[in-house]
């Protein structure tokens, strides 16, 4: 005999590539394990297990790769096997063999049932075996691969998610006159949402809340040109509507088939009124129920777009609520969306709350409704209270 066949059952034969993967032959009977290690040996390092219980005990010692396992074996059989390291060794495969003439078709059923990547008969051919065990290691390095993919892009995206919201304000800002609240609620995916404040001079205040359409890494860039184009707000805070008209020319060349929605207010508490422009954005509320509807196209969509600029007196005591649409368009399970009736509905059940509660309430209102902890859409919100003129 050659001294390969000499090796004991359960060392492994080294091959001249260290990085070869690992295969554990499973069989009782020392034949088959010496013509598996003949043949795969030249290619694979290969350790061999007459039973079950000596299999499992070298794979919780030393990973492998891919188990051949027969049916048939003292103790364990070849099913309890396969169950057994489908549980613990995730990234072992398995391969079932039998050298049983009865009910192969219900064997090769409970296999692949079983999870298994196939099912051989014995005797096998040489030919049979490489390329099964070629075919494994193959997907199996494949599915590797692209695990390791969509780790790296889960890495990047929640480098992403966290970009995004270091450019949002930590706060509401405090400023006599106003308070106030805002509640993001970000979905699992790289989204569109957006807000900011600016403090302007002689006691006004700037918000600006947006929703970029769709989702991913174009949605997220959006978002940081929109807020550098914002910059400007200092110097057109007079003149929101031409502020909106330049910088919907500057994305309509870019964005394509996306845009984004979005209300600039103007707060004056000198003057008490309120200088608005929407773009396509949901109305928001006044705490009456008042419905500010859009006062023109979402930015991006139609080059050359004058918007228009409106006004509103501010009382005593007022209440605004501004949001986007992924609080609006929650769904329950049987695609119902919450809406923005029964969003209004909630907000004006609201108007004896604190800023903050009232967010609360009403994201409440629409998670319940929806029946889901989470929103399917970024979701944001701001309810803002003048306090006595």
Not at 2 to 31: C, K, W
Not at 201 to 226: K, N, W
Not at 309 to 337: A, M, N
Request: charged share 30%.
């Amino acid at each position: 005999m050659n001294d390969e066949l000499q090796q004991p059952p359960n060392v492994s034969s080294q091959t001249s590539d260290a990085a070869a993967s690992r295969i554990l032959v499973v069989d009782d009977e020392p034949g088959i394990q010496r013509s598996a290690q003949r043949i795969l040996s030249r290619h694979y390092q290969v350790t061999l297990a007459s039973s079950g219980a000596e299999a499992l005990e070298i794979l919780a010692r030393d990973p492998h790769d891919l188990a051949i396992v027969d049916v048939r074996m003292p103790g364990m059989n070849g099913f309890e096997v396969l169950r057994a390291i489908k549980a613990d060794y995730h990234d072992t495969e398995v391969i079932i063999m039998t050298g049983s003439i009865s009910n192969p078709e219900e064997k090769l059923v409970e296999a692949l049932r079983e999870h298994a990547f196939y099912f051989l008969n014995k005797p096998f051919e040489k030919t049979v075996l490489e390329t099964l065990v070629d075919r494994c290691l193959d997907r199996q390095q494949l599915e590797r691969s692209n695990r390791r993919h969509v780790a790296s892009l889960e890495t990047d995206l929640e480098k992403a998610r966290t970009f995004q919201r270091l450019l949002l304000p930590r706060s509401f800002p405090r400023i006599p006159g106003v308070r106030g609240d805002v509640s993001y609620q970000p979905s699992e995916r790289l989204g569109g949402d957006f807000y900011d404040f600016f403090q302007l001079p002689e006691s006004r205040l700037g918000i600006l809340i947006a929703d970029v359409a769709g989702h991913g890494v174009q949605a997220a860039l959006f978002t940081g040109m929109l807020k550098s184009e914002m910059r400007a707000i200092f110097d057109e805070a007079d003149t929101p509507e031409r502020l909106f008209q330049r910088i919907n020319d500057r994305l309509a060349p870019v964005m394509r088939n996306q845009y984004i929605t979005a209300v600039l207010a103007i707060l004056d508490f000198k003057a008490q009124n309120m200088r608005y422009v929407s773009a396509g954005h949901p109305a928001f509320f006044s705490g009456n129920g008042t419905a500010y509807e859009s006062t023109g196209t979402p930015l991006g969509m139609i080059a050359g777009w004058n918007y228009e600029l409106r006004q509103v007196d501010l009382r005593s005591e007022e209440r605004l609520f501004l949001y986007t649409d992924g609080l609006s368009e929650s769904q329950r399970p049987d695609g119902e969306e919450f809406g923005e009736d029964r969003l209004r509905e909630a907000f004006l059940e609201t108007r004896f709350g604190a800023p903050d509660k009232a967010l609360e309430q009403i994201i409440e209102a629409s998670r319940a409704f929806a029946r889901r902890d989470d929103f399917e859409d970024d979701a944001t919100a701001m309810v803002l209270e003048f306090e006595s003129f």
